[in-house]
């Protein structure tokens, strides 16, 4: 009986050995949980210039344009015309505009969104936590997520007004 049990033991033995480093491949090499064309977008928990905390739940049901920014990041500052501008046009469809500032302290930040006039929902991101979880580098990073809270597409550098426009619209027009 006990000659019987020890094949039996070592199949088991391998198969968690076999799981085991299949676990940790692919935590190492593919599962960095950065969000992917069609994946899930990761929520966050970041502090609103409004003084509020909040998250991408929020949002649930809407288009949204997750814009990562900086404000020392001269293509940063060149697109965020064309962010207010997609914004005012599109938020009456449901569209949100949600600008993440990446590292600096909330002085800074409201002192560039008086200067460039805008009025989108912008949050600060001092920890750099919502960095980490998308992935971002460099700056700009912009998100495009579907009312499901998929990401849509990523866009990585400057936006301009026209492949904005053509990416929400893709977001609002299915």
Same mark, same amino acid.
């Given at each position: 009986?006990?000659?019987?049990?020890?094949?039996?033991?070592?199949?088991?033995?391998?198969?968690?050995?076999?799981? +085991? %480093?299949? @676990?940790? #491949?692919?935590?190492?090499? &593919?599962? =960095? *949980?950065?969000?992917?064309? +069609? %994946?899930? @977008?990761? #929520?966050?928990?970041?502090? &609103?210039? =409004? *003084?509020?905390?909040?998250?991408?739940?929020?949002?649930?049901?809407?288009?949204?344009?997750?814009?990562?920014?900086?404000?020392?990041?001269?293509?940063?500052?060149?697109?965020?015309?064309?962010?207010?501008?997609?914004?005012?046009?599109?938020?009456?469809?449901?569209?949100?505009?949600?600008?993440?500032?990446?590292?600096?302290?909330?002085?800074?930040?409201?002192?560039?969104?008086?200067?460039?006039?805008?009025?989108?929902?912008?949050?600060?991101?001092?920890?750099?936590?919502?960095?980490?979880?998308?992935?971002?580098?460099?700056?700009?990073?912009?998100?495009?997520?579907?009312?499901?809270?998929?990401?849509?597409?990523?866009?990585?550098?400057?936006?301009?007004?026209?492949?904005?426009?053509?990416?929400?619209?893709?977001?609002?027009?299915?």
């Amino acid at each position: 009986m006990g000659r019987a049990r020890k094949p039996v033991q070592i199949i088991i033995l391998f198969v968690i050995i076999l799981l +085991g %480093g299949y @676990a940790i #491949s692919s935590s190492v090499f &593919g599962g =960095d *949980g950065k969000p992917r064309e +069609g %994946g899930k @977008a990761p #929520s966050f928990e970041l502090l &609103g210039l =409004d *003084g509020l905390t909040h998250t991408l739940d929020e949002y649930k049901g809407k288009s949204v344009v997750l814009n990562f920014w900086g404000s020392w990041c001269a293509p940063c500052v060149k697109e965020m015309p064309a962010l207010q501008a997609q914004w005012e046009k599109w938020k009456e469809q449901g569209v949100v505009v949600v600008g993440i500032n990446v590292g600096e302290d909330q002085m800074t930040v409201e002192n560039f969104v008086k200067q460039v006039d805008i009025n989108f929902p912008v949050v600060m991101d001092t920890g750099r936590d919502a960095v980490r979880s998308y992935g971002v580098s460099p700056l700009p990073t912009t998100f495009f997520i579907n009312t499901k809270g998929r990401v849509d597409s990523i866009h990585i550098g400057q936006l301009d007004l026209s492949t904005l426009d053509d990416q929400i619209r893709k977001l609002v027009e299915p």
